[in-house]
């Protein structure tokens, strides 16, 4: 994520999710929403890299949705099957939703196993008293030393290389408890997987304030001198 510094602040450009598996689909729509006819299929989800929570609406009457379906949500696709209305709460979840919640994320990681292990081992400090993997559940000194050590001999290579070499019981349940909390809490102070929550207006907020830093720097830089890229 790139990181540009304006007024002593940082301003972070936004990023998008691309794909997004179905918590539940509700054809007739909220059914608190009164006058019925102003209901619409409803379709709840959650993103495969941020694991943002969305609402959905199907673009066509005749389409077919399921639950673990994996819907791809890029803006220049061709033949979108939904379009993204919001972002939601964990407390705006449908009672289904809550209850695959925690077996999509699973099978998200399984899915992606080489960038959680990665994890793994690219885990750094946080505060000279706090690590990364300390955040995880059920990680005390003794695994944290464990995982430390074992790391710098050989890096990771699946979640059962650091369940023999650690002794951690399911490493990768350690990952989906995590991400499901980050989730559930909105005071979380530390986020390893998810991203604070924010309505749309506030994202388009500060993309449009990314865009006006830039035109600023472009319009400062000398003719002879080009605006460096920040990486």
Known sequence: ?????????????????????VLDYLREGYLEEKPPFKREPIIQAVGEYFFTLLELSPLTSDISIDLHQRISIVKERKNKMVQVKRRL?????????????PLVIEEIVERQTKR??????????ITTRMHQLSLLPGIGNKYLWSILEEKKKTPFISFD???????????KK?????????????DVKYRLFTRRFKSLEEEKSGESEEKEYRKERKERASPHEKPRKRY
């Open 174 to 186: 350690l990952i989906v408890k995590r991400i499901t909390h980050e989730l559930e809490r909105e």
């Open 89 to 101: 709460t964990y407390k705006e979840l449908t009672a289904t939703a809550k209850a695959e919640l």
């Open 1 to 21: 994520m790139v990181n540009i510094k304006k007024n002593e602040r940082t301003v972070k450009t936004k990023k998008y999710e691309d794909y997004v598996v």
């Open 161 to 171: 290389d650091i369940k023999e070499r650690t002794s951690l019981s399911d490493p």
């Open 116 to 125: 959680f292990v990665n994890w793994f081992n690219k885990a750094s400090p």
